[in-house]
């Protein structure tokens, strides 16, 4: 059963950074059968997909945050960071460590920001942003 813990949220100026980590525990080989990510939910808001790191390395994210943040993870799969800079109050949110196991082989693609997707979610870190 994979595991999920998220830290590193709290607050920032806006144009500021913070870097999200999330520990990942409960993973079974190769690792590249599973696609990890970053979701955010503000309040009164869908859940969305923010960024995602396929079993290829691949590199996906929402328009609203290319540029500014950069998603991560460890060879041994063992954590998951997200690096957000130029932070903006529209960042303001909850933010969740995703994870999806395709048993075989996780192909990076935006199917993964569908909130239904994932089969595995942590707890999250809240993000807040002072302008």
């Known amino acids: 059963q994979v595991q999920l813990a998220e830290s590193g949220g709290g607050s920032a100026q806006a144009g500021g950074s913070l870097r999200l980590s999330c520990r990942v525990s409960?993973?079974?080989?190769?690792?590249?059968?599973?696609?990890l990510g970053w979701f955010r939910q503000a309040p009164g808001e869908e859940r969305e997909g923010v960024a995602m790191i396929g079993g290829d390395g691949r590199t996906l994210y929402t328009d609203s945050v290319k540029g500014r943040f950069s998603i991560s993870k460890t060879n041994a799969l063992d954590f998951l960071y997200l690096q957000m800079n130029s932070l903006r109050p529209d960042d303001i949110a909850m933010y969740y460590c995703?994870?999806?196991?395709?048993?075989?082989?996780?192909?990076?693609?935006?199917?993964?920001?569908?909130?239904?997707?994932?089969?595995?979610w942590g707890q999250g870190t809240q993000v807040t942003v002072s302008s």
């Open positions: 409960g993973v079974t080989g190769p690792y590249s059968r599973y696609c």
């Open positions: 995703a994870a999806v196991d395709q048993r075989n082989y996780c192909s990076s693609g935006s199917w993964f920001f569908s909130p239904d997707r994932p089969d595995y």
